[in-house]
């Protein structure tokens, strides 16, 4: 096209007139148009070092993109030293809206089974550029021989000119003209920050300035972030650095992973295991998609599975579409492939750790415990892939499995039975007197422990998991039978509330005069409906089955009993078992508000009276 040549014209479409629908709705957040921008600069940069690669074509200089800012002129320049255009390709991919040359290209130097990692495929993502801009320029220069440079210019209601450019140098420029209403995209820490949002990663050094303002030019962006390396290259403090500065977290997570799949799913990336604050801290993750390290998207859940959701980490899909939309996730098989891909290393890495570093899975098993638990409840491939390496802590802070535990405690307690605290210092008594016969006590406090027990007596039948507070077995209860005596029990029914059971028993040990205990299976049901919040139709939470057992052994016991033989003697024996009664409860959960003050009274009293 001579210089004295012009073109012009109305942008080619297939349906009706569509910039009106570009300006307003082609994304939902306008700020994606820079995304978009700078992707097809990384894209034209992309193709340049493919043809390089080839021999087709030569560079000497650094490969850039440079966003300019003039508040003056009310402009954003977007300029890459890449392929750049003939005033046929801009005609051919400007002009018929919708068109992406990336295929073409491909088929052109490469064939159809070459990976170039051009991004392609942005349909109408230059067009974003209307939703910020009343007139968009183009002024490129192509790498071919004897190529002259071509000026493209189009405003908002889709009428163009074309004509001879004045670049000399190879590569495009982009210019916007910003309308009135969006000049906070002409701010330095706007732009910056959404460059650092969407093109952290991208493949070209991308570089930011002000025009009128001075400073030091430093490229914003990572062009080789970690994901891209292989593991055996990339260090424990880089792993750790990546993961502070993208998530902005100061603590180093427990651990991380590094995927690198390949033929069928093509994914790359790193996922992070944080470190919590606490079982009740927020436990919503982050994982950033991207798109051959353009972002797409953040938290993306779909990827993840459930059980998985605190997990922070960087996933780079090619497969998936730029613009990938949340229906897509949700119902695409490649997606789902990619979710089984993450649990499955999940898996290897936990078995890796317990059987090459145990002691390291051990620092941080109660950190992943919750999610393990979880994930055993909700994906049968997951609980057969970590049954074997599900630990359990005990009281004296070492960690087991079942086998493990069993054979510590063959010949002691009941036989296949696992004995749990659910809370270490409400529970202090009971772990003494288990102590006390050389029984391991493990630590089951968490929210759903009690679903976990029930399901993995479910998985194997032949273990039994019992609370150390629930009914008395021979790790407590010596051989010989107490015999009933009907004035103590009279004593303590008159004491103690009229729901709660009453047993004589003889205890191995001669210090605690009484224990409550409850039922298992009827206190493990009730706290799980209660975890449901009682909406099961036709379940309600049933009230705890409690028992008060009188130690026979004890000589306090003793001694409330010949005190309730005589007559005289009665309301002290009613105050002693009340007493002991109170002893019992506060030895098994905290009292309420009344039974702390009746409990102060009384003793107060008993020491007026001793």
Known sequence: ?????????????????????????????????????????????????????LGKAENEEEYRIDVILDKQLSEMRIIDNGIGMTAEEIDRYINQIALSGALEFIEKYEGEEADSGIIGHF??????????????????????????????????????????????????????????????????????????????????????????????????????????????????????????????????????????????????????????????????????????????????KEVIPEYMMLLRGVLDCPELPLNVSRSYLQNSGYVAKISSHITKKICDKLGGLFNNDRKALEGFWDDVKPFVEYGCTRDPKFFERVKNIILYKTTDGEYLTAPEYLEKNAGKGEENTMYYASDVLQQVGYIGLFREQGITVTVMDGIIDSRFLSFMEMQDKAVHFVRIDSELDKVLRAEE??????????????????????????????????????????????????????????????????????????????????????????????????????????????????????????????????
């Open 481 to 610: 039978e107490a015999e009933e005596d009907e004035a103590l029990l009279s004593v303590f029914r008159g004491v103690i509330p009229e729901q709660i059971s009453l047993k004589q028993e003889v205890m191995k040990s001669t210090k605690t005069p009484a224990l409550i205990t409850l039922a298992e299976e009827k206190r493990r049901l009730a706290e799980i409906l209660r975890q449901y919040g009682n909406t099961i139709p036709g379940l309600s939470a049933p009230e705890d089955e409690v028992t008060l057992s009188l130690n026979m052994n004890c000589p306090l016991i003793a001694r409330i009993a010949s005190l309730a033989k005589e007559e005289k003697s009665v309301e002290k024996a009613k105050a002693l078992a009340k007493q002991v009664y109170m002893i019992a409860v506060i030895s098994q959960r905290a009292f309420t508000q009344e039974e702390l003050q009746e409990f102060i009274d009384s003793s107060i009293e008993l020491l007026y009276n001793a």
């Open 123 to 300: 349909g109408l993502g230059f067009y974003s550029a209307f939703m910020v801009a009343k007139t968009v320029d183009i002024n490129t220069l192509s790498f071919e021989k004897d190529a002259s440079a071509a000026f493209w210019s189009c405003s908002d209601g889709g009428e163009y000119e074309m004509k001879k450019g004045s670049r000399t140098s190879r590569g495009t420029e982009i210019c916007l003209h910003i309308t009135e209403d969006e000049k906070e995209f002409l701010e330095e820490n706007k732009v910056r920050a959404i460059l650092e949002k969407y093109c952290a990663f991208m493949p070209v050094p991308i570089y930011l300035s002000v025009v009128g303002e001075k400073g030091d030019e430093e490229c914003i962006n990572d062009p080789s972030p970690l994901w891209l390396k292989n593991p055996s290259e990339c260090t424990e403090e880089e792993y750790k650095a990546f993961y502070k500065k993208v998530f902005r977290d100061e603590r180093d997570p427990l651990f991380y992973i590094h995927i690198n799949a390949e033929f069928p799913l093509n994914f790359k990336g790193i996922l992070y295991f944080p470190k919590l604050q606490d079982e009740y801290a927020s436990l919503e993750g982050q994982v950033k998609l991207y798109y051959n390290q353009v972002f797409v998207a953040d938290n993306i």
């Open 1 to 53: 096209m001579s210089e004295e040549q012009m073109k012009k014209g109305g942008i080619s479409v297939d349906t009706e007139h569509i910039f009106p629908v570009i300006k307003r709705w082609l994304y939902s957040d306008k700020e994606i148009f820079l995304r978009e921008l700078v992707s097809n600069g990384c894209d034209a940069v992309t193709k340049m070092k493919r043809l390089v690669s």
